[in-house]
Every structure is written in structure tokens, then in C-alpha cells.
């Protein structure tokens, strides 16, 4: 799977982006979707992931409510919509994909970056203050 990260920007605090994820490749239906991001000087850190059909969802604390995973299978697009954003917003973001049986394995697996099999090349979210 090869996989298109998009939609980055700069933006002021409190403002939104829709971070875009495109799939080529294998068969996108038999993997689950997640976004992660890493910012200057620390280490990668899981932010949204979601199942085929986004009914099985997990958010990092410091973005629920803010944030919101989608995903368009016949499109093989998965989307970050990201709302409120705030300085510490602030990282390169990445799309990866996990094999679905790994992701309904539970929280642990879906969310450690070590398990998911395919990565995009990252997209940079700025937030001013």
C-alpha cells in the first residue's frame, strides 16, 4: 500500500485543517487507518485511528473532542479533521495503515505506530499563536 499525505498548512490558533490520506495498492478494505504525528525534538506519538468502516475509533486524550477520523473506502481516502487547533498541534502528521486483525486486536496495537505496516510521507501542521 502507498499511501499520500495532504492538507497541511499554516494556521492560527483556534482555526481547522482537513488532513487527506490517499491509498494505492493493495486491497484498502483490509486495513485499518491511523495519523500520527511527530514534532521537533520528540518522539512520534499516535493522534486518531479508525477501522474500515470508522465504527471502531481511538483518539490520543490531548485531541478528543478536537478531532475526528474519517474515511471514504471507494475513494481509499482517509481524513483528519482537526478543529481548535492549538500551538502544541504543532508536528509533521502521518498516515499509516494496520492490518485489520491486528487493529481489532485492541487499544494497545492500534494505537502503537511498531504494529501498522505501511506509512505515508508525512504532511507539516504550523499553528501560530
Known amino acids: 500500500v502507498q499511501l499520500q499525505a495532504s492538507g497541511g498548512g499554516l494556521v492560527q490558533a483556534g482555526g481547522s485543517l482537513k488532513l487527506s490520506c490517499v491509498a494505492s495498492?493493495?486491497?484498502?478494505?483490509?486495513?485499518?487507518t491511523g495519523w500520527f504525528r511527530q514534532a521537533p525534538g520528540k518522539e512520534r506519538e499516535f493522534v486518531a485511528a479508525?477501522?474500515?468502516?470508522?465504527?471502531?475509533?481511538y483518539y490520543a486524550d490531548s485531541v478528543k473532542g478536537r478531532f475526528s477520523i474519517a474515511r471514504d473506502n471507494p475513494a481509499k481516502t482517509v481524513y483528519l479533521q482537526m478543529n481548535s487547533l492549538q500551538p502544541e498541534d504543532t508536528a509533521v502528521y502521518y498516515c499509516?495503515?494496520?492490518?485489520?486483525?491486528?487493529?481489532?486486536?485492541?487499544?494497545?496495537?492500534?494505537?502503537?505506530?511498531?504494529?501498522?505496516?505501511?506509512w505515508g510521507q508525512g504532511t507539516q501542521v504550523t499553528v501560530s499563536s
Open positions: 495498492g493493495r486491497t484498502f478494505s483490509n486495513y485499518a
Open positions: 499509516a495503515v494496520i492490518e485489520a486483525a491486528t487493529y481489532s486486536s485492541g487499544r494497545y496495537y492500534a494505537t502503537t505506530g511498531r504494529y501498522y505496516d505501511y
Open positions: 479508525g477501522d474500515w468502516t470508522v465504527s471502531s475509533t
